[in-house]
């Protein structure tokens, strides 16, 4: 190697290595907002059980949920309205439906049937296989290529509800919690063909939730949440206000803005394992052997379809 050639290489070494530096901080900090992330995740369903268990109606954990976001992004729901009012009717039912006021309803309303544990698996768990049975419709069979993968997760689906449904009720919380999985595919094609920012979809889903809210509010006064000791008003105002409302919203595109979103998927599928952990800690609520194998199945199911060829 010639001289000059020698010291161009030597002085690109700093480069290279200030290079990695960046891309090491930008992994270390798309995991750092990925483990926030999945920490809200697992949160919120904690604090749909915990509502449930003080006979806290979803309507009025809702006002927590949507409250203070929604007042939040209304001036930019003011402001992006047009952006809004140009987009298919279809679209706003599927964002507002999917992650908004009807789905915290139903999750809410499910979770007084069910653990956390069951309810944090077959809702996110069950997300590749709702995905691909919205699909279906326009993809074909070509939305089930990673059949083998959604096999796995139905049967882990199948193992939930066979073993682990024996009373009526937890059997309606089940059937609940699969609706809300087929909601949020819904929501999630919605918004990625409606192509909104992600403060433009928190936007329209707090604040038109909110605005949803208000009449039952006019006709309900929350009296079980005013009733609330100071330490579970503050629970779920950190977890439903601030957490899911909020932070979740941007640690989750921080995240998979640094990471991808394949890696994201597949690591949010520790969402229900992270979730029943803190539901034992929190309630005793002890797994039973068909919530392990369910869960088991459904996991690596999620795993397994993010690991495939697309």
Do not use: K
Not at 123 to 144: D, K, V, W, Y
Not at 255 to 273: D, M
Not at 285 to 296: D, F, H, K
């Amino acid at each position: 190697m010639s001289l000059p050639a020698a010291q161009l290489a030597v002085s690109a070494l700093p480069l290279c290595t200030e290079a990695q530096r960046a891309r090491r901080r930008q992994e270390l900090q798309g995991w750092a907002a990925l483990a926030v992330t999945l920490a809200i995740w697992a949160g919120f369903f904690i604090s749909l059980r915990a509502g449930a268990r003080v006979a806290l109606p979803p309507a009025e954990l809702a006002l927590i949920r949507f409250g203070p976001a929604g007042l939040l992004f209304l001036p930019l729901l003011a402001t992006r309205w047009r952006r809004f009012a140009a987009l298919p009717a279809r679209l706003w039912v599927g964002i507002i439906a999917g992650a908004g006021l009807p789905y915290f309803l139903i999750a809410g309303w499910a979770m007084r049937h069910a653990p956390v544990a069951d309810g944090a698996t077959l809702i996110p768990g069950t997300l590749p296989l709702s995905t691909a049975l919205l699909g279906l419709a326009l993809q074909g069979r070509a939305a089930f290529a990673r059949w083998p993968a959604l096999l796995c997760i139905a049967a882990g689906v199948a193992s939930l509800i066979a073993f682990g449904a024996g009373a009526h009720g937890q059997a309606v919380g089940y059937a609940l919690f699969l609706l809300c999985s087929l909601l949020w595919s819904n929501y999630t094609l919605a918004l990625r063909e409606a192509r909104l920012q992600p403060l433009e979809a928190a936007a329209l889903i707090s604040s038109v939730s909110l605005i949803a809210l208000l009449p039952w509010c006019l006709l309900n006064p929350p009296r079980a949440l005013l009733a609330l000791d100071a330490s579970q008003l503050l629970l779920h105002g950190a977890i439903q206000g601030l957490g899911v409302g909020l932070v979740s919203t941007l640690s989750y595109s921080l995240a998979v803005q640094r990471l991808g979103a394949q890696r994201c998927a597949a690591v949010g599928a520790l969402t229900p394992v992270l979730a029943g952990v803190l539901a034992w800690a929190a309630f005793g609520e002890q797994p039973g052997l068909a919530t392990v194998m369910g869960m088991g199945l459904i996991v690596g199911g999620v795993w397994w379809s993010q690991r495939a060829p697309r």
